[in-house]
């Protein structure tokens, strides 16, 4: 089975709140995106490995993303308080990293919003 098939409610997670922050700012880019979950991998990396959790080096939008998808990863590891089923930080790199995967694909094909456009869609259909 693909990530997709095993964790589809986890990435749909991750997605809504970037789709939201689409709809609010059009200006988004899948750039900031990809910097986004990219900041949010090396801080839930930095964990996995024990060292020091630093700020995340981005800034507007990007940064915008990155809090907006950590408000619902932080709740899917169970964070502050065990509300939900939880999942595990290597489980949740996998999935950003799928995410981010995808977002490279469909601005490849598609352009600056490719992969946000797509996303949108989905979701609307």
């Not at 995106?33 to 630093?54: C, F, H, P």
């Amino acid at each position: 089975m693909t990530i997709e098939d095993l964790y589809t409610d986890v990435l749909m997670n991750i997605e809504l709140p970037v789709i939201e922050l689409y709809r609010e700012r059009p200006e988004l880019l899948d750039l900031h995106v990809e910097e986004g979950l990219s900041a949010l991998m090396s801080r839930y990396k930095a964990e996995e490995q024990g060292k020091t959790i630093l700020p995340p080096r981005v800034k507007g939008s990007a940064l915008l993303v990155f809090e907006a998808v950590s408000v619902n990863t932080e709740l899917m590891l169970g964070r502050p308080e065990q509300l939900m089923d939880t999942i595990d930080l290597p489980t949740l790199l996998s999935c950003l990293a799928r995410i981010r995967k995808s977002v490279k694909l469909w601005t490849k094909q598609r352009g600056s919003r490719g992969y946000l456009n797509f996303v949108l869609n989905v979701l609307e259909e």
